[in-house]
């Protein structure tokens, strides 16, 4: 098992920065992907960003040029730095890692872009 904590959330003003991040703990031996995914009120869970083990990463076409993802290998975490955030990124952010071929997710952390 693979827990997952995100952390960073809160209430940001358009235009504004916001970094999330999450920590991975458990039996960890090799994670192929980490993603931030999200979902706003009465809308579906997509994908934000995602970043593969060889170091790829990919974007939602509505973040890309915003928001950035990384990650460091030697303390299981990954960030998403947000940048630019506008109102429509309001939603909660979900952590979720592919641990050879178990996906897991945790709780996730509120974002609300409003001034």
């Known amino acids: 098992q693979v827990q997952l904590v995100e952390s960073g959330g809160g209430l940001v003003q358009p235009g504004g920065s916001l970094r999330l991040s999450c920590s991975a703990s458990?039996?960890?031996?090799?994670?192929?992907?980490w993603g931030w995914y999200r979902q706003a009120p009465g809308k579906q869970r997509e994908l934000v960003a995602r970043?593969?083990?060889?170091?790829?990463?990919n974007y939602a076409d509505s973040v890309k040029g915003r928001f950035t993802i990384s990650r460091d290998n030697a303390k299981n975490m990954v960030d998403l730095q947000m940048n630019s955030v506008k109102p429509e990124d309001t939603a909660v952010y979900y952590c979720?890692?592919?641990?050879?071929?178990?996906?897991?997710w945790g709780k996730g952390t509120l974002v609300t872009v409003s001034s």
């Open positions: 979720n890692v592919n641990e050879r071929g178990n996906v897991y």
């Open positions: 458990g039996s960890i031996f090799s994670i192929y992907t």
């Open positions: 970043i593969i083990r060889g170091g790829m990463t």
